[in-house]
C-alpha cells in the first residue's frame, strides 16, 4: 500500500519570498510523484511529475519538485511567491502500472502582500 | 479538447433523496476514475473504468453508491438514499492507457450538499 504524509497543513508567506511545500510518501513498490495545485471551488491542475530521470523536474508557475529516493521526499518549492499561488496544493503517488493516485491531506498556501 | 467535464457543478439535496452525477472524459481517453473530497482533506479514490469494465472500487465506495460506463465513454456516479455525510466535492478524471497511464486530467467536480 502507498501513503503520503504533506508535514504542513498551512504555509503562510510574504509575496516574493520563497516556498517549500514538504511531501514524505511510503510505499513497498515503484511509485511516480505528482503535486497538483487547487484553486477554491476548481478540479485539480497537475503542476508536475516525476516519472524517471533527474530527480529535480521543473513545473508549471515556476514551481520545481526533488525527488529523494532514499528520504522518502518530493518537496515542492518557488523561489519567489505571488498573490496568485495562494491555493491548495497536493502531493500525490501512483503505482508505476497506473491506477488509482494517493493523495496527501494537502497544504494551503497563503501568500500576503 | 474541451477537457474533463462533469455536470452538475453543484447539487443540493435533501437526506433520503437520490442523486446522480456525469463525467464526461477527454474524448481519446479511456481510462475514467471517481474521488470524493471532503472539506479540507485531499481528494480519496472511489471508483475507475477502463472502457466499460470496473477495474477497482474502494471500500468507501458503498451499496448506496454505484457507477457505470456503459458504452466506455461518458460515466455516471449515482448516490441511493443520501446522508448528510455524503456532502462532498466528487471529482472526475481521465487518463489513456496506451500513452502514459498514469497522468489524469482532473475536471471541475461536483459539489453535494445534503441537507
Known amino acids: 500500500a502507498q501513503s503520503v504524509t504533506q508535514l504542513d497543513s498551512q504555509v503562510p508567506v510574504f509575496e516574493e519570498a520563497p516556498v517549500e511545500l514538504r511531501c514524505n510518501y511510503s510505499s513497498s513498490v515503484s511509485v511516480y510523484l505528482f503535486w497538483y495545485v487547487q484553486y477554491p471551488n476548481q478540479g485539480l491542475q497537475l503542476l508536475l511529475k516525476y516519472l524517471s530521470g533527474s530527480t529535480l523536474v521543473k513545473g508549471i508557475n515556476g514551481f520545481e519538485a526533488e525527488f529523494n529516493k532514499s528520504q522518502t521526499s518530493f518537496h515542492l518549492r518557488k523561489p519567489s511567491v505571488h498573490i496568485s499561488d495562494t491555493a491548495e496544493y497536493f502531493c500525490a503517488v501512483i503505482r508505476n502500472q497506473g491506477g488509482k493516485l494517493i493523495f496527501g491531506q494537502g497544504t494551503e498556501l497563503s501568500v500576503k502582500p | 479538447d474541451t477537457g474533463v467535464s462533469q455536470n452538475p457543478r453543484h447539487k443540493i439535496t435533501k437526506r433520503g433523496q437520490n442523486v446522480t452525477f456525469r463525467c464526461d472524459p477527454i474524448?481519446?481517453?479511456?481510462?475514467l476514475y471517481w474521488y470524493r473530497q471532503t472539506l479540507g482533506q485531499g481528494p480519496e479514490f472511489l471508483t475507475y473504468?477502463?472502457?466499460?469494465?470496473?477495474?477497482?472500487k474502494s471500500r468507501l465506495l458503498s451499496d448506496r453508491f454505484s457507477a457505470e460506463r456503459p458504452k466506455g465513454s461518458f460515466s455516471t456516479l449515482e448516490i441511493q438514499r443520501t446522508e448528510q455525510g455524503d456532502s462532498a466535492m466528487y471529482l472526475c478524471?481521465?487518463?489513456?492507457?496506451?500513452?502514459?497511464?498514469?497522468?489524469?486530467?482532473f475536471g471541475p467536480g461536483t459539489r453535494l450538499t445534503v441537507t
Open positions: 474524448s481519446e481517453h479511456n481510462r
Open positions: 473504468f477502463q472502457n466499460e469494465a470496473q477495474l477497482e
Open positions: 478524471a481521465s487518463s489513456y492507457s496506451g500513452g502514459n497511464p498514469v497522468e489524469q486530467y
